[in-house]
């Protein structure tokens, strides 16, 4: 029980011994936890020091509000110390009384029992430090991302991990250190507006289903830039697949004014020959130049291993998707580039009315690719 706004004695200047000491009636103002305002009696002997004539007092028995101070029988405190101060010295249990007197008094069991209360609240054990440290990390992790800010530049961070540190940032960047994509990659970036992580993911999973028996095909080549990521993909596990590039080679072909971002036209900037020109160096590689879903005529037997689809708008999204997922091989892997992209919502849509159907749902990287494997 926790007594407080109570005063439980005053300073005694000298203690006889075997006499009982009784705490003054508690002043207007005065309350215990029980709300009984009553003196709180307890009997002290006492003892001489060897260090002069000052006096100890030794708690025998007593009652403080009601609570035996048995259990506390032999604790020396000064004959000048509050009776508080002295219940509140006890180093067992220490937080039984807490007396107005003692608020700008220094205790030393007082802050022990505060510093184990506050120690307790910091546990890591409580839920709500649990969370508030949670919700640090993840800020802290958010931050390093937005900012591509290494663990390197913390030293006293993971001092465990000492391969590629520089390349956590703060998680693994697999494509700073992948020799085969960085090669082809500083050819070839700026033929793309993809960004180095959405490049690699498409690199990393081509390279994946090149295992798989099957032809590899993107609809929406633009420049090139991605088709020669494929090829590379494809050459870095010595596979024999046949790619097949769809495009009209001069920009969009259709739009659909309430769900399609892009003009008819965008992205006109290309040619067919300035990509052949770029793929000049591998081989197996099919052009088809043409509207989708015309230029799929005739490759209906085909089986494929990878797919990309990144045409950007509704119609030509759905009618690849409805004509590329059933010859998906199994483990074949299709990436619907804009699927999860606000200025490319038609794709989204486009991709969905046909996959709705069979009740699949892309997986949507933060990059806003799709996946899907089948």
């Keep these: 029980m926790v007594v407080s706004r109570i005063r ?36 002290v002997e006492c003892q001489a020091t060897t260090s ?40 067992v249990r220490t937080g039984i009384i807490r007396g107005r007197r003692l608020r700008n008094r220094t205790c030393a069991a007082r802050h022990s029992r505060t510093n184990t209360r506050r120690s307790d609240n910091m546990s890591l054990s409580n839920p709500r430090v649990s969370r508030i440290l949670n919700n ?22 993971y001092n465990n991990v000492h391969l590629s540190r520089k390349n956590y940032r703060p998680f693994l960047q697999q494509w700073r250190e992948d020799a085969d994509f960085i090669g082809v990659w500083k050819r070839v970036k700026f ?18 289903a090149c295992t798989r028996p099957g032809e590899i095909w993107e609809c929406g080549v633009y420049k090139g830039g991605t088709a020669t990521l494929l090829a590379t993909a494809r050459d870095c596990v010595e596979g024999q697949h046949t790619i097949r590039l769809f ?10 004014p309430e769900t399609d971002s892009y003009e008819i036209g965008s992205f006109g900037d290309t040619s067919l020959d300035k990509v052949k020109l770029k ?26 291993c990878f797919a990309h689809v990144d045409v950007d708008q509704f119609e030509t999204t759905r009618q690849c998707c409805k004509f590329i997922f059933q010859r998906l091989t199994t483990g074949g892997i299709m990436i619907i580039d804009d699927y999860g992209r606000p200025g490319t919502v038609g794709a989204r849509l486009g991709a ?19 996946i899907i494997i089948k």
């Design 52 to 91: 002069g004539p000052r006096h100890e007092g030794r708690i025998i028995t007593g009652l403080v509000d009601g609570i035996s101070i048995s259990k506390y029988a032999g604790t020396k405190f000064h004959p000048k110390s509050h009776l508080a101060h002295v219940l509140h010295t006890v180093p």
């Design 247 to 256: 495009d009209t080679f001069q920009g969009m072909p259709e739009r659909r």
């Design 279 to 304: 793929l000049y160096n591998y081989k197996n590689i099919s052009f088809h130049q043409g509207f989708i879903p015309n230029t799929f005529a005739g490759l209906q037997d085909k089986s494929i």
């Design 191 to 208: 033929d793309t507006i993809a960004f180095d992580d959405t490049a690699y993911i498409l690199f990393s999973l081509a390279r994946m």
């Design 8 to 43: 439980l004695g005053w300073a005694l200047p000298v203690l006889i011994p075997g006499k009982t000491y009784r705490s003054r009636p508690p002043a207007d103002g005065d309350c215990c936890s029980t709300g009984a305002a009553r003196p709180v009696p307890c009997r």
């Design 136 to 157: 640090v990390k993840k800020s802290t992790i958010g931050i390093m991302q937005a900012g591509q800010i290494p663990i390197s530049v913390f030293p006293f961070w």
């Design 352 to 370: 969905d009315e046909v996959l709705s159907m069979l009740n699949i749902r892309p997986l949507v990287l933060s990059t806003g690719q799709g």
